[in-house]
């Protein structure tokens, strides 16, 4: 669940100051497993805010997950990488996919 609470910061913070502390989990991670975290966290965070079931929102979140780890610059990716959520550029590549795949932004 620490996993989804951090990946859910990436999805919901609206700024650095509002972060939580950094996780050491997401260290090593490869952009695959980021873009799992981020799915997991647009999965939990995407149902509730859309009253629905995740099945639902799979196919969304799905799109969102891939375009925005897609569009990372290798600096942002390892920004993830030392903190364990989005830095504020990848945080805006990220708006731009809940925008693009439908989603609701929190």
Do not use: W
């Not at 972060?19 to 965070?45: G, H, S």
């Not at 969304?60 to 569009?71: D, H, R």
């Amino acid at each position: 669940m620490s996993l989804l609470v951090s990946a859910g910061a990436a999805l919901a913070a609206g700024s650095t100051s509002a972060l939580p502390p950094p996780d050491p989990t997401a260290k090593n991670l490869t952009p695959y497993m980021i873009q799992l975290r981020a799915f997991d966290a647009c999965l939990v965070t995407q149902s509730r805010l859309m009253n629905t079931t995740r099945e639902a929102v799979h196919s969304p979140c799905s799109c969102y997950a891939k375009g925005t780890v897609n569009a990372m610059t290798k600096d942002e990716l390892q920004a993830f990488r030392d903190t364990g959520y989005f830095n504020d550029s990848a945080r805006e590549k990220g708006y731009d996919f809940i925008d693009r795949c439908k989603l609701k932004r929190p």
